[in-house]
């Protein structure tokens, strides 16, 4: 009995343990058509010129590199949303549906028809240009990759041939493509599933990718359909293998060292997206630009998105700003 008394005014006498600390709940996991539903809000953001809400689709440390529309790169929510902002001033109904978007993890890719009227003043060339109140219409390439919880851009790149806009605005005589007016009533949306098919697909389009830096027109054709359309946004009009294939060997010619850094390639369904940096010297001749030798450097990002079929690229669609190319070369 004592000692039973005795032990409990010792442990009337112990100290509280500590609390437990309390843990952190983890964070909600994203599915992929979540992703899909906030990258789809963030676009209606800008249509809407919802500002202070598109701002929060990026990190404070976004960066943005945007070819042909706004700021050649931009870092943080206001500087990259402040692009947005200057082109709907030139631009004030302009918007984008739309196409086709692509997503594997925290990667996401979509091909969207811009689109609008030319109402505001345009600055080309530092220079402040009136209004021309012409509409444009062509197809945008964009990518990016986010936090691995899916929820905020950390990196991005968009692009659209500027040459195309010019020309459509009649700011610039040059052949291009007329104005987009209609796509896809809705975005066809493809979820990768990492798959052997999509495996196999990645690895024949790096295979073309490092045949074409090596210059080995056989091996870009071994991965590539016979009927194959590309689709080159800078070009006026699609063409088909053999044009491709010619167009491969002029840009050999003009830039000796011509290769395409491919950062990152990834694949979801039939699609593969490949981002990165065209760049070369041009120490030969360019007829088909009408470009004599320059000896300039060049370095232009680009958007490719390539369709495979039964293990070759059936469809191709190339973005890179054409007006960036030429003036690197002046």
Not at 297 to 310: A, G, I, Q, T
């Amino acid at each position: 009995m004592c000692l039973a008394v005795l032990g409990s005014a010792c442990s009337a006498n112990q100290p509280a343990p500590p609390p437990k600390a309390e843990t952190a709940a983890a964070p909600k996991v994203v599915t992929p058509e979540e992703r899909v539903k906030w990258y789809q809000d963030c676009w209606n953001d800008f249509n809407e010129k919802k500002w202070d809400d598109f701002k929060k689709c990026y990190a404070p440390t976004a960066t943005s590199v945007q070819a042909g529309y706004g700021k050649e790169k931009a870092t943080g929510p206001d500087a990259i949303v402040g692009s947005s902002q200057d082109f709907t001033k030139s631009f004030p109904d302009g918007k984008g549906e739309g196409q086709l978007i692509l997503i594997n993890g925290n990667h996401i890719a979509s091909i969207y028809l811009l689109k609008g009227t030319n109402s505001g003043p345009m600055t080309v060339g530092g220079k402040e240009l009136p209004a021309t109140n012409k509409k444009f219409g062509l197809l945008f390439g964009h990518a990016i990759e986010t936090d691995p919880e899916g929820r905020i851009v950390i990196k991005e790149i968009g692009v659209m041939d500027g040459g195309t806009l010019a020309a459509q605005l009649g700011l610039a005589k040059m052949p291009a493509r007329p104005v987009m007016n209609k796509g896809e009533d809705m975005p066809k949306v493809v979820i990768a599933r990492n798959d052997a098919t999509e495996m196999m697909n990645l690895a024949a389009d790096k295979a073309g990718v490092d045949g074409w830096n090596k210059h080995d027109a056989t091996t870009v054709a071994m991965y590539t359909a016979d009927d194959v359309v590309f689709h080159s946004m800078a070009d006026p009009k699609d063409v088909n293998k053999k044009e491709g294939a010619q167009e491969d060997k002029s840009f050999w010619t003009a830039f000796s060292d011509a290769r395409v850094n491919a950062d990152p390639m990834w694949a979801a369904g039939d699609y593969v997206v490949v981002t990165g940096t065209f760049e070369g010297t041009n120490d030969g001749d360019f007829p088909a630009m009408h470009i004599s030798k320059t000896g300039k450097k060049v370095s232009v990002p680009f958007v490719e998105v390539d369709r495979f079929d039964n293990g070759k690229v059936k469809e191709s669609w190339l973005f890179f700003d054409n007006n960036s190319f030429m003036g690197q070369l002046k």
